[in-house]
């Protein structure tokens, strides 16, 4: 008598399974990669690139200074930005009508200039104003000063990037905040916190899980956005790569170096976003994903067969 079929015992029969072949994939892969072997290949060998001009100023002591100047921008402005943004967004979701308005002006206001225009509008505003005063609204001011001494090329350029910047950092707190449950504010206020007090230790502690990725975003775009210093006179990174190649007409190349110490900066602002990222997501994440140190150090243990050691 034959035996009967794996069915009829009530076994399962073993599936064979047949990958799906994607050939579109290797062909768009092998086109991507001839495009980018070319391009290497200009980059490298192009004479007109003048690679050595680029490495006689990448360390230059003016292209230094406009580096430090960049990050001293980056850090004001975004210190600005967060702290004003952090109010903002309070006052918006304020009760009270006129705090409220008030922050929705100057989100309305900051966010529908461009940013180029307000730092020309406060580099120029001392050659309307007659003098700064301190004092009673519509009485004696015990506080004068000449604008040109109040807002130099500096002030200008902070109060331009830091006031702008602001405008978006309000939306992205009030995001962060309206993130946290309702229930916990109204808790907190049945333990006798005051709504600030709950803000500051319940909510925002909270917030900053959804607050940190934009904001790691617009600190790198920030990094960047002062290059527009350049247009009123102040001498960041890009302005003094401007005054470099007026004076030897080597546009390309000091160009070429400006971008190298962006892209350099803009990646110590990556890595630094992704491990505060990860910091913020404990609680949130039963186990954190392995940082690339921690993979890479997971890959030197195993042995050359490929398992990990036991």
């Known amino acids: 008598m034959a035996d009967p079929l794996p069915a009829e015992r009530g076994e399962a029969e073993a599936i064979k399974a047949i990958p799906v072949r994607h050939p579109g994939r290797w062909v768009a892969a092998a086109i991507i990669l001839v495009l980018a072997a070319q391009l290497l290949h200009w980059v490298v060998t192009d004479s007109a690139l003048q690679w050595g001009v680029v490495g006689q100023y990448l360390f230059n002591s003016q292209i230094l200074t406009g580096v430090e100047n960049t990050i001293k921008l980056t850090i004001i402005a975004m210190v600005m930005g967060a702290v004003l943004g952090i109010g903002l967004a309070v006052m918006r979701l304020s009760k009270n009508p006129i705090v409220s308005g008030v922050a929705w002006i100057y989100i309305w206001f900051f966010r ?9 509008f406060w580099f120029n505003l001392p050659s309307v104003l007659r003098s700064v005063s301190l004092g009673i609204p519509f009485g004696p001011s015990w506080f004068h000063t000449d604008p040109k001494d109040l807002i130099t090329q500096l002030i200008a350029v902070c109060l331009g990037l830091g006031l702008n910047e602001a405008a978006y950092m309000a939306e992205i707190a009030r995001a962060g905040i309206l993130s946290v449950d309702e229930g916990q504010v109204e808790a907190a206020s049945a333990l006798g916190m005051t709504r600030l007090l709950a803000m ?11 607050i940190i990725p934009p904001t790691g975003n617009e600190t790198i775009s920030m990094l960047k956005t ?3 210093a350049v247009f009123v006179a102040y001498n960041e990174l890009l302005g003094a790569a401007t005054n470099v190649y007026s004076r030897t007409y080597q546009i390309i190349p000091l160009l070429l170096t400006a971008s190298i110490w962006y892209l350099f900066m803009t990646s110590v602002l990556t890595i630094g976003q992704y491990y505060l990222e990860r910091h913020y997501a404990r609680g949130a994440l039963r186990e954190l994903p392995l940082t690339p140190l921690q993979k890479l150090r997971l890959l030197g243990q195993r042995n050359p067969g490929g398992a990990a050691p036991t």
Do not use: C
């Open 200 to 210: 500051r230790r319940i909510v925002l502690p909270q917030a900053m899980r959804v």
């Open 226 to 228: 002062t290059s527009l």
């Open 112 to 120: 529908g200039t461009p940013v180029l225009v307000q730092l020309i």
